[in-house]
């Protein structure tokens, strides 16, 4: 039986610690969910970790889906939430088609959305729906052309903003915040206010939650690591090492062995090959 919002605010209530990580297929899912994670984020990370973007802005609702599909394949208890990527949300209307694709052909159980207040409509048109919500609050990933690459809420207005964001957040009915990239007191004090449990990355012990990117988290791309990551693995080493050594096993003709294929009887052989002449010389050059 799948997880549901309902035992993510338990979890919350209960002071229980939500360990929460991306995943973009099926594969990753598995895995995630092995490890008795209670919720996967199909996040439109995805853009940068798997496409090679430079953010998430170019990600689409039909790339979305995709993933989405492929995630859900890849669990049967996990929470899959899946990101309403840029611009599918910029009205009411919109939000509900986009959550709708997301839910009805990715199979997504929540979706999250990017902003405080000012989207405090169009969430609590989603709740009344039936569409578990999300929110994401501070570094917003959709918005860095516009609020840049840094920690947010540092200043006494800024901090008092985002508070009122969550609150207005957690008044519209979503189940759980993204506190992202927030001075770690603040966060903390978020986390005592609201009634949704709280999703730290970048923002300290306090929140109820952490989530982690994949890919940040076992070390498969090497070139950058955030500060809010740990790497607990470096998968990168060990699968460049992997890769190196089949290419050098091809090349000394020690794989495949016979271990490694079928063979077939001789004389079935020769009777196949029978009359059939060999391909002729190359021609030369």
């Not at 049967?76 to 840029?86: E, G, K, M, R, S």
């Not at 959550?99 to 990715?106: K, P, T």
């Given at each position: 039986m799948r997880t549901t919002i309902h035992d993510i605010q338990k979890l919350k209530r209960r002071g229980e610690r939500i360990p929460m990580l991306t995943a973009y297929d099926y594969t990753s899912a598995r895995l995630a969910e092995q490890a008795g994670l209670p919720m996967v984020l199909v996040g439109d990370s995805l853009g940068m970790v798997m496409q090679g973007h430079n953010?998430?802005?170019?990600?689409?609702?039909?790339?979305?889906?995709?993933?989405?599909?492929?995630?859900?394949?890849?669990?049967?208890?996990?929470?899959?939430?899946?990101?309403?990527?840029?611009?599918?949300?910029?009205?009411?209307?919109?939000?509900?088609?986009?959550?709708?694709?997301?839910?009805?052909?990715?199979?997504?159980?929540?979706?999250?959305?990017?902003?405080?207040?000012a989207i405090m409509p169009t969430v609590?048109?989603?709740?009344?729906?039936?569409?578990?919500?999300?929110?994401?609050?501070?570094?917003?990933?959709?918005?860095?052309?516009?609020?840049?690459?840094?920690?947010?809420?540092?200043?006494?207005?800024?901090?008092?903003?985002?508070?009122?964001?969550?609150?207005?957040l957690d008044d519209a009915g979503v189940f759980a915040i993204?506190?992202?990239?927030?001075?770690?007191?603040?966060?903390?004090?978020?986390?005592?206010?609201?009634?949704?449990a709280t999703i730290g990355i970048g923002a300290g012990a306090g929140c109820?939650?952490?989530?982690?990117?994949?890919?940040?988290?076992?070390?498969?791309?090497?070139d950058f690591l955030p500060r809010h990551a740990r790497r607990y693995a470096?998968?990168?080493?060990?699968?460049?090492?992997?890769?190196?050594?089949?290419?050098?096993?091809?090349?000394?003709?020690?794989?495949p062995t016979s271990e490694n294929a079928s063979a077939m009887n001789d004389d079935d052989l020769r009777e196949a090959l029978d009359g059939i002449a060999h391909a002729s010389e190359p021609a030369s050059v």
């Open positions: 953010s998430t802005v170019p990600v689409t609702l039909d790339q979305m889906v995709y993933h989405t599909q492929m995630v859900v394949r890849g669990t049967t208890q996990a929470l899959v939430v899946a990101d309403l990527p840029f611009l599918s949300y910029t009205s009411t209307e919109q939000a509900i088609h986009a959550a709708a694709r997301l839910m009805q052909e990715g199979g997504a159980q929540a979706v999250k959305l990017e902003g405080g207040a609590r048109r989603l709740v009344e729906l039936g569409i578990p919500v999300m929110g994401h609050l501070g570094f917003t990933p959709q918005s860095v052309h516009q609020i840049g690459l840094r920690v947010q809420g540092k200043t006494s207005n800024a901090a008092r903003q985002l508070v009122e964001d969550a609150l207005a993204v506190l992202e990239l927030i001075p770690i007191q603040l966060a903390a004090a978020i986390t005592e206010r609201v009634h949704a109820d939650g952490q989530v982690q990117v994949w890919h940040d988290l076992l070390g498969v791309l090497t470096n998968l990168a080493d060990v699968i460049s090492g992997a890769i190196g050594q089949y290419a050098a096993d091809v090349r000394a003709s020690t794989f």
